[in-house]
């Protein structure tokens, strides 16, 4: 079956760290782009980071431009998201989400995993 | 990064039409065909429905079109159906390989 499972969210402190992780099976992972995308409770869709096929390119929106760090292991098929220095506006359930390469649009997408910042 | 303006809500009754609109505040996003649209239902996943403005990935229902004029894009669903009550964002990605979402549209199936 196609599918992404995103794990390692939970309740972390602001200033803390937490590493997502995100399973790809079922595809080529080594063959599309991959993305982080979250959603604030209640609130819309947000772009957080993109990763090119080989880790050629990798882009960041500025609300995390310096905290936060996107990576994958072709050999795995998994993509990661280290996030650190987290703000209580960080809350958000993560969504890790495919694209293929040259095209501009996610076309899978995971259920998420959700990460709450509070003291 | 750049934002992309929709409507908070729309609604129709079973068996309407009914467009979302999608307009970039700044040229450069919706000047590129990279438009897409994604159907997200209460708590679950977001789903792709169109891509590059128009495109429709096999397995997504014809009710659902897109188009574009000038900087606003548009999602139009005819038919509506109960199923079709949902949020829906629009997308695109910006000049500076970043991609920027729509704040979102409720819509209702009276």
């Known amino acids: 079956e196609v599918q992404l499972v995103e794990s390692g969210g939970g309740l972390v402190k602001p200033g803390g760290s937490l590493r997502l992780s995100c399973a790809a099976s079922?595809?080529?992972?080594?063959?599309?782009?991959m993305y982080w995308v979250r959603q604030a409770p209640g609130k819309g869709l947000e772009w957080v980071s993109s990763?090119?096929?080989?880790?050629?390119?990798?882009f960041y929106a500025d609300s995390v431009k310096g905290r936060f760090t996107i990576s994958r292991d072709n050999a795995k098929n998994s993509l990661y998201l280290q996030m650190n220095s987290l703000r209580a506006e960080d809350t958000a359930l993560y969504y890790c989400?495919?694209?293929?390469?040259?095209?501009?649009?996610?076309?899978?997408w995971g259920r998420g995993t959700l990460v709450t910042v509070s003291s | 990064q750049s934002a992309l303006t929709q409507p908070a809500s729309v609604s129709g009754s079973p068996g309407q039409s009914i467009t979302i609109s999608c307009t970039g505040t700044?040229?450069?996003?919706?000047?590129?065909?990279?438009v897409s649209w994604y159907q997200q239902h209460p708590s679950k996943a977001p789903k792709l429905l169109i891509h590059?403005?128009?495109e429709r990935p096999s397995g997504v229902s014809n009710r659902f079109s897109g188009s574009k004029s000038g900087n606003t894009a548009s999602l139009t669903i005819s038919g509506l159906q109960a199923e079709d009550e949902a949020h829906y964002y629009c997308?695109?990605?910006?000049?500076?390989?970043?991609?920027?979402f729509g704040g979102g549209t409720k819509l209702t199936v009276l």
């Open positions: 989400t495919r694209g293929i390469h040259n095209y501009w649009y996610f076309d899978l």
């Open positions: 079922g595809f080529t992972f080594s063959t599309y782009n």
């Open positions: 990763i090119s096929s080989g880790s050629d390119y990798i």
């Open positions: 700044s040229s450069d996003v919706i000047h590129y065909n990279y």
């Open positions: 590059d403005v128009s």
């Open positions: 997308s695109s990605r910006t000049s500076n390989s970043a991609w920027v």
